[in-house]
Nanobody, 121 residues
Framework: QVQLVESGGGLVQPGGSLRLSCAASGNIFSINTMGWYRQAPGKERELVARITSGNMTNYADSVKGRFTISRDNAKNTAYLQMNSLEPEDTAVYYC???????????????WGQGTQVTVSS
């Protein structure tokens, strides 16, 4: 009933940029926090950035000053602008959303399927 679909991943050279998108669809009443996580091979999934419904943001130290998270509430979409990419940023990037569906008092966390980002020359 709820889908999160990421897009925008791909192969980029070190120093390059990518913009990821995460679109939520379905029987959604409201979306609170949206976030981006990543998981590199052999590593645990880690928080990259998140943004509240009031546009408060926080970032992992490793991406501060390089990545920017934003959202368009009218489109139920979050974005991650990634600049000055490094090989260490290579990972599968996942978005999530803490949301409430129509006719439900409960908030649940939903995840997208992930999009691959590879930074390599």
């Amino acid at each position: 009933q709820v889908q999160l679909v990421e897009s925008g991943g791909g192969l980029v050279q070190p120093g390059g940029s990518l913009r990821l998108s995460c679109a939520a669809s379905g029987n959604i009443f409201s979306i609170n926090t949206m976030g981006w996580y990543r998981q590199a091979p052999g590593k645990e999934r880690e928080l990259v950035a998140r943004i509240t419904s009031g546009n408060m943001t926080n970032y992992a130290d490793s991406v501060k000053g390089r990545f920017t998270i934003s959202r368009d509430n009218a489109k139920n979409t979050a974005y991650l602008q990634m600049n000055s990419l490094e090989p260490e940023d290579t990972a599968v990037y996942y978005c999530n959303a803490d949301l409430i569906m129509h006719n439900s008092p409960y908030q649940y966390r939903y995840w997208g399927q992930g999009t691959q980002v590879t930074v390599s020359s």
